[in-house]
């Protein structure tokens, strides 16, 4: 599986420039991290939260961690928690479980991206499979996605 076909059709239409980068095959944040020599809070991560019966793509560096208090304030003080994989991997076709690119608005989920991230020129990412990133410009990915920012991790 290589990067999937709608974000490669909005990068291109958008005339983004990135960069993807073939890596050894990798399942967690950090051993992607590792296997493309970038720092944990280079890369960012999608996690699936469940809130009210609703999925929300959390991003946020590899080397943190959700503060599930801080994300419930930002969102409300609803009921939060991770959704499990086979509740939310029907929402990534195109995706490998585990994999899939922090673009939740390009498969109808709000996406909240950790305030830590909007500090860095580049984000690096999974991009739908376990063996390929993309590096690209944060200003453009925001402009791309409109995420909601929040101050909601901590370091691992």
């Known amino acids: 599986m290589s990067i999937p076909r709608r974000l490669e059709v909005l990068l291109k239409e958008r ?81 490998e479980t585990g994999a899939e690119p922090p673009f939740g608005n390009l498969y109808n989920v709000d996406t909240v991206v950790d305030a830590s991230l909007t500090h860095d020129d580049e984000i690096f990412f999974n991009a739908g499979s376990h063996y390929e990133a993309i590096e690209m410009s944060y200003r453009d990915y925001e402009e791309l996605v409109k995420p909601k920012i929040a101050d909601f991790s901590r370091r691992i």
Do not use: W
């Not at 890369?43 to 208090?69: C, E, Y």
């Open 15 to 95: 005339h983004v420039g990135f960069k993807s980068l073939i890596h050894p095959e990798a399942y967690t944040a950090q051993e992607v991290a590792a296997a493309m020599h970038v720092k944990g809070q280079e890369l960012a991560k999608a996690v699936m939260v469940k809130t009210d019966g609703s999925f929300v793509m959390t991003v946020l560096p590899a080397s943190g961690r959700i503060d599930f208090q801080k994300l419930k304030d930002f969102l409300g003080n609803r009921d939060v928690r991770l959704a499990s994989e086979e509740e939310f991997s029907v929402l990534f076709p195109d995706c």
